[in-house]
């Protein structure tokens, strides 16, 4: 038995998601045909982090075991073979029993937000465009205020499938990426289901003035979803690495 | 009669370049169909420099001349009305007989390279992928040799509409944009049809040890055309500024 781990990165745009789903083209349906092809058998995956429909990823971790043959140039044939929106970075061979969900320590997500005035087709489906106003001492502030362990109902659909909703964040804070944007960087070790996009829709109304910081920082006592804001949309967040 | 300035961006991707041709998506053709509908008549737009199919701008300009009142808000009028895969930055007015061609002191051109193994869907149309050897201290050496006024009939096509070969660089040289984008930064006071990606494109021949820096440089003395290398792809090139 060999145990495989694949680093991959992708433009969430045309995909609905990570996780297969019949007759929707996903991240994961399109690796797993063309690994299928490659291995000449079906090999499920197995994933750090589910992204939803539109999110991107560039560093996604993803891990299968196999009784074949371990492929030669795996990374490659699986470019040569995959759609252009889907990239493989790595493909090593791991010990046999890696589990990209189970081992992963934290995982990283990235929120990019474009502020000025005119729109991108650079940044178009890439980053929020945000051509209000944003105090960005306040959503660093805000930032700041998630640091260490904290209990993330608000920031989770009232409905969802978590057990428990504490949450270890590792690091948080917002960085100038250029002149036009900016983007939140958060490492936790796990996160629930649109946690990030709660959050950054939050801040978003802290940093426009509608919310204080005070408040912010309040909610993350375990208040109740309606509490906090809008969910930012999908199409800035991206998973950008996963610690192991 | 008022004169206006518009600065523009756009991902080449989907244009058949600048310049209107009848039955071609181009950026001229959009821009003077959104601007007819709000200024209710046809205006022929002037432009700093006109971009092949696929070719991007960061910082094109325009400018156009109406006798009708001068229009409020026209960038965001333009933005509202016009494609995603272009936007107007400014919409200015400008002195009564400035013309973006005409009167253009230089322009600035970039082109970027992907230097990694596997191809990236972020930068995918939008920068050349080059999983090669790249030697930058030879692309360096290339570049450092254009500064000055040269004799660049080697770096346009045999067949031109050309009079004159001479071009002033002003400057000129690689920068590493991140871990894996390298891009060269070239200003002058015109470009000749495709000058910049036969450049480039002799440059990485360079960069991979197939022609020295001195055959490089040798060729800025008016060489015919077959003794530069190929013109490289047109997606890794952006009109980046122009200065008057």
């Known amino acids: 038995l060999s145990t495989f781990r694949l680093e991959i990165e992708y433009d969430g745009t045309g995909f609905r ?19 299928a092809t490659i291995m000449g058998e079906r090999v499920p995956l197995t994933v750090a982090g589910r992204t939803d429909a539109g999110v991107h990823a560039w560093g996604q971790v993803a891990s299968f ?18 759609p252009d929106d889907l990239a493989v970075l790595r493909a090593d ?26 729109p991108s087709p650079f940044e178009q489906g890439r980053a929020l465009w945000w051509p209000h106003r944003l105090d960005l001492a306040a959503i660093e502030a805000c930032a700041a205020s998630l640091h260490g362990t904290h209990d993330f109902t608000a920031f989770t659909p009232a409905r969802n499938e978590h057990v428990r909703f504490r949450r270890d964040v590792l690091r948080a804070g917002w960085v100038e990426e250029s002149d036009a944007v900016v983007s939140l960087w958060i490492e936790a070790d796990a996160f629930m289901h649109n946690m990030v996009r709660i959050l950054v829709g939050t801040m978003l109304e802290a940093g426009s003035g509608r919310r204080s910081v005070a408040e912010f920082a309040a909610l993350l006592e375990g208040r109740p979803r309606e509490d906090a804001g809008e969910t930012a949309p999908a199409h800035g967040l991206y998973l950008a690495s996963v610690a192991y």
């Open 17 to 35: 998601g990570w996780a297969t789903q019949p007759g929707m083209r996903t991240v994961q349906g399109e690796l797993e045909a063309a690994l």
């Open 93 to 118: 061979p791991a010990p046999e029993d890696f589990d990209a969900r189970r081992d992963a320590r934290s995982r990283t997500y990235c929120y990019r937000v474009l502020r000025r005035r005119s």
């Open 65 to 82: 075991r196999t009784e074949a043959e371990p492929p030669r140039g795996l990374a490659l044939r699986l470019n040569a073979l995959g």
